[in-house]
């Protein structure tokens, strides 16, 4: 019998590149995802929060980390991304790791209250001010989550108290974990004078501005897409092992 050549249906698809979402796009399959496919808001914070603390385990096992205690700062901005960073902060606690959280501007918002709720509930401790010693945040942690500015907050210039913090972030010596958009990034052009996040976690799917990422750890959560949402919109995104929510690229 004749074995089947490299043509044959047997053979692997080519994989194809995966794709970097431009502001627009990364709008519009949040907006598919609320009105098409009836996730509810709360839903998909919850599902980018818990993949979130998922990345961080992934990368800095409890075990591996080099102080006593896995202890790490949350710093929350007041929207989405700072209340995905509550999220974040809360399973982390479930997991067993030490949170402590900077959420500057608390949001308004009934939902990113009930948040805020959560964590207080779990005795996550709430930092009344960022320490503007860099040392003192090096010495107090083992690594900080940066979930300040995602996707709605990276348009116009800065405000405070976000320059001081990002001003405190580029000199720290722990690593840095950026949600979906690193602090300080444009969604598309990146950033040629901001932070320097040692991981990235990827929401749904890359943003274009990932592209100019240079630390060591890429992971994207975008497992809980819908398939018709991935085709759609040609993310072309990793097969995920097993069980997993999150996967490095």
Known sequence: MEKPTCNSTHSKKA???????????ATSIEKELLEEFKFGHQQLIEIWGHASAMAVTKVFPRQSLSKKQPTLLVICGCEQNGAIGLVCARHLRVFEYEPTIFYPKKSSNPLYRDFTTQCEKIDIPFLSYLPTEVQLISDAYNLVVDAMLGVEDSLG???EPYCTILATLKQIRIPLVSLDVPSGWDVEMGSSDGISPDVLVSLAAPKQCATRFMGKHHLVAGRFLPYDVQ???????PEYPGTECVVSL
């Open 157 to 159: 210039e800065l405000s």
């Open 15 to 25: 994989i194809q590149p995966l794709h970097y979402l431009s502001r627009a796009e």
């Open 231 to 237: 085709k759609k919109f040609e993310l072309n995104l």
